[in-house]
């Protein structure tokens, strides 16, 4: 009985996180595809971002980022902060932005004419769908 009083949290936030990727439908946020489950487990299929967390880029890379590129950086991030307020029927609170929830994906790029990384906005478990009455409390 105990096993199954702590796995009852975990199925909430995982149900509540596939609502709130379901309403996200927005390009510098990651893509949801669907879910499903495994044994006890619901897995949520998303976008591949082969470039992993932005954490894992900033440490691991050990190379100093060009201007151009960190400004891209922002500028991604921003766009994807500023939609979640926009979102319809329900805008969405994040609640957890830091650098190892924003993942980067290898995308073409027409005006450039080449490959570039996209960073998306991720892991939305504890994102709060918000009512008309939650975001003028938020305000």
């Known amino acids: 009985m105990k096993g199954r009083q702590e796995e009852e949290p975990t ?9 709130v990727l379901k309403t996200a439908n927005n390009d510098p946020i990651i893509k949801y595809f669907g879910y499903y489950w495994d ?5 949520i299929i998303l976008e591949y971002a082969d470039k992993g967390s932005m954490e ?15 400004w891209g950086c922002v500028s991604h991030i921003s766009s994807a902060l500023a939609c979640l307020p926009a ?22 790029c027409q005006s450039e004419n080449g490959y570039r ?14 009512t008309k009455g939650m975001q003028q409390a938020y305000c």
Request: hydrophobic fraction near 45%; include cysteine; aromatic fraction near 8%.
């Open 87 to 108: 979102m319809k029927p329900r805008s969405i609170l994040h609640r957890d932005l830091k650098p190892d929830n924003i993942l980067g994906a290898t995308v073409w």
């Open 11 to 19: 199925r909430l936030t995982a149900k509540s996180e596939i609502e």
């Open 56 to 70: 894992k880029f900033v440490l691991d890379d050990g190379q100093p980022m060009e201007e151009y590129n960190a």
């Open 117 to 130: 990384i996209s960073w998306k906005l991720a892991d939305f478990e504890i994102a709060k769908l918000l």
């Open 39 to 43: 044994e006890m487990k619901i897995c």
